[in-house]
């Protein structure tokens, strides 16, 4: 596929997407607020959005976790089975910067890490969204989705300041 | 036929229930009370103790002391919300906000740096700690203006030499 191509897909990507939740060794909090946003309470379905049970069907990964050491080799299967465009949805303290456990041996602390080792396997990772949050809110999820698609401008920024 | 009709029963079920559904990107958010989003760090109220860094559990909070500046770096990415550097804070410099549409598409946006000035040693030039922690380490103790401005070695030389002067004589 050229880069013409994907980018009038992840253009066309504006709605509808369909997502496939990869846990990576979560505490199952995250995972809980995942199932929350599919709920009638917060409908994610009214933007059509749709959990779907396969990575080859999916347009976005729904991300939980800091990557143990034992879910590795399965997160960059299910990766490289997703279509292009490719796109992560980094849900958590853990999955965003390893959290709580970013220093422990066990796992690969967070997204950010596992980027390099996709880049050395080879898998290209179209666009990632990190939603930061212990865990994060449903409301956080959706605005992170939205925030990915383009609909909205993300609001956190880079704050430097300096004490007088 | 009365079996077939049975969902009819649904039909008063759902209209005593009502719409639960929340239309969240327009409306507000379901923020309760005791929520904790992102903490806020004050510039004007920082002395830079770094207490907060000591009792942050996963490191969101971290200090660096590089050159000139001492830099306390607060990566949100990381951030559990616990709310115990809010609560340990000396001088209330840390508050907890309810934000929490943080989503972001780089971790480097994730980032709030605090930087501080840091005071050079009157005797061998080098830059040690917060103008405003000496200041308020003052506070604590009258009387210790007099080495302030020095640094914990070249303090530790200074009196080594004011007792072995007294010594010797």
Not at chain 1, 64 to 87: D, H, S, Y
Request: glycine letters at 8%; one cysteine or more; charged letters at 25%.
């Amino acid at each position: 596929m050229s880069t013409a191509d994907l980018s009038s897909a992840l253009k066309a990507l504006k709605r509808s997407v369909w997502v496939f939740h990869l846990n990576s060794g979560s505490c199952n909090g995250c995972d809980i607020e995942v199932l929350d946003a599919l709920t009638p309470y917060f409908d994610v379905e009214r933007f059509g959005i749709k959990l779907v049970a396969s990575p080859r069907h999916a347009d976005v990964v729904l991300f939980t976790g800091p990557i143990t050491r034992e879910t590795l080799p399965k997160v960059i299967r299910a990766l490289r089975a997703m279509p292009r465009p490719r796109m992560v949805l980094a849900i958590g303290s853990c999955a965003v910067g390893g959290g709580i456990w970013h220093d422990s041996y066990g796992v690969i602390g967070g997204y950010p890490k596992l980027e390099e080792i996709l880049k050395k396997e080879g898998i290209v990772i179209d666009k990632v969204v990190f939603v930061p949050g212990c865990p994060a809110r449903p409301e956080a999820i959706i605005y992170g989705v939205l925030v990915m698609l383009g609909v909205v401008e993300p609001k956190s920024k880079r704050e430097v300041y300096k004490v007088e | 036929m009365v079996k077939k009709l049975k969902f009819v029963k649904l039909i008063s079920v759902a209209r005593k229930a009502g719409t639960v559904t929340r239309k969240y990107p327009f409306e507000g958010p379901l923020v309760t009370e005791e929520f904790r989003g992102e903490v806020k760090l004050d510039p004007k109220k920082c002395i830079g103790c770094g207490a907060c860094v000591i009792i942050c559990p996963p490191n969101a909070l971290t200090l660096h002391d590089e050159g000139d500046v001492r830099v306390i770096r607060y990566f949100v990415g990381r951030c559990i919300f616990c709310g115990m550097c809010a609560e340990v804070c000396p001088v209330n410099a840390i508050t907890i906000t309810k934000e929490f549409e943080l989503a972001t598409p780089t971790t480097e946006q994730l980032l709030r740096d605090l930087v501080h000035e840091r005071v050079k040693c009157r005797v061998c030039g080098k830059p040690f700690l917060p103008a405003k922690l000496l200041k308020a380490a003052n506070g604590e103790t009258p009387g210790s203006e007099n080495y302030m401005d020095v640094c914990p070695e070249c303090r530790a030389k200074l009196s080594l030499k004011g007792i072995l002067g007294h010594r010797m004589g």
